[in-house]
């Protein structure tokens, strides 16, 4: 016990003395940079630079949705200056999505420190396809094959139409899966691929243009931006909920003082009143208010709920 006392008090020790000396922080984003969480990872970034004066390098690893990015988080050193920033996906899907790897268990090997906040999908059909209203989509897709686009298997896209398909039931919907999100918008917003569940911050512009017509919103109430797209649960399917939590996390064996001080941090900048307007404008809704218990219940709950639908759709990463 004594042993295990002093290797925590070296750990923090080495921590304080980085951070007075202002040694470099890593900030590890697991997915290409352009998207939401990789804003939302720079934006959280220059607030907590621009306070303690240390020097945060972000850094994208991108790969197998997620989990190449994750890994190298993992497998660093736990005093508090490599960060994951990262959607919940990695404890809540790719468990269920890819092969268990005895070197990587994302709920052994990580620890969520802070819930940054939660974004919606919509769901978007190009003006074509003849759909104003999800009713008339339903409609539709139990008559004739609808191809949704989505940035691969298992990615947001994916799942989100895979859910509505198991509480709508009865689609006809074929599954396009794109090496991204970007390239799977490109062709959605030419009608290649005529529907799709994406992502509100990505979806958004597109449909302020005209180019895609917004059915719903995935989340529990209406995007501020889109206030007059109804929810899935007001368009007829009572309780329907689908958000992407984003999180940031720090090695599995990160002392507890450091991994309160990483927090505090974290959670300073995020109730800057001119961090949450930028996060905002991302279609991500801040969530400074949420405890680390609070952060886990949820991760604990999609992690249940998209393994169960992972397992009844019989999906299989690539």
């Known amino acids: 016990m004594k042993i295990k006392r002093i290797t925590t008090l070296a750990a923090v020790l080495v921590f304080l003395f980085s951070s007075t000396v202002k040694a470099q922080i890593q900030a590890i984003v697991p997915f290409p940079p352009g998207g939401a969480l990789d804003a939302l990872a720079?934006?959280?970034?220059?607030?907590?630079?621009?306070?303690?004066k240390e020097s945060i390098v972000v850094e994208n690893r991108p790969g197998a949705n997620g989990l190449i990015g994750a890994k190298a988080v993992a497998g660093g050193k736990p005093e508090g200056r490599l960060w994951l920033f990262a959607d919940a996906s990695t404890m809540t899907v790719n468990p269920s999505l890819y092969p268990k790897d005895p070197a990587f268990d994302a709920h052994r090997d990580l620890r969520p420190v802070?819930?940054?906040?939660?974004?919606?999908?919509?769901?978007?059909?190009?003006?074509?396809?003849?759909?104003?209203?999800?009713?008339?989509?339903?409609?539709?897709?139990?008559?004739?094959?609808?191809?949704?686009?989505?940035g691969g298997i298992g990615a947001t896209g994916h799942l989100s139409m895979e859910y509505f398909d198991s509480v709508a039931g009865g689609l006809k919907l074929r599954h396009v899966p794109y090496k991204g999100g970007a390239p799977?918008?490109?062709?959605?917003?030419?009608?290649?691929?005529?529907?799709?569940?994406?992502?509100?911050?990505?979806?958004?512009?597109?449909?302020?243009?005209?180019?895609?017509?917004?059915?719903?919103?995935s989340g529990r109430q209406r995007g501020a931006q889109l206030p007059d797209v109804p929810t899935v649960s007001e368009s007829g399917y009572p309780g329907f909920e689908i958000e992407v939590g984003y999180f940031a996390m720090l090695p599995a064996k990160t002392p507890d003082a450091?991994?309160?001080?990483?927090?505090?941090?974290?959670?300073?900048?995020?109730?800057?009143?001119?961090?949450?307007?930028?996060?905002?404008?991302?279609?991500?809704?801040?969530?400074?208010?949420?405890?680390?218990?609070?952060?886990?219940?949820?991760?604990?709950?999609?992690h249940e709920k998209w393994a169960k639908l992972i397992r009844e759709k019989g999906i299989r990463a690539e």
């Open 42 to 52: 720079r934006i959280m970034t220059q607030s907590v630079g621009e306070q303690t």
């Open 114 to 150: 802070l819930a940054l906040g939660f974004m919606p999908s919509l769901l978007t059909v190009h003006p074509a396809l003849g759909p104003r209203t999800l009713r008339e989509f339903v409609e539709l897709a139990r008559k004739q094959e609808i191809p949704y686009v989505s």
């Open 184 to 217: 799977a918008m490109t062709d959605h917003i030419a009608g290649q691929v005529p529907a799709g569940f994406g992502v509100y911050a990505g979806a958004l512009p597109h449909v302020r243009s005209g180019k895609l017509v917004a059915l719903a919103v």
């Open 258 to 302: 450091v991994t309160n001080a990483v927090e505090t941090k974290l959670r300073r900048a995020l109730t800057e009143a001119a961090v949450q307007e930028r996060i905002r404008a991302l279609g991500i809704e801040p969530a400074p208010g949420m405890s680390a218990d609070e952060g886990a219940r949820w991760i604990a709950a999609q």
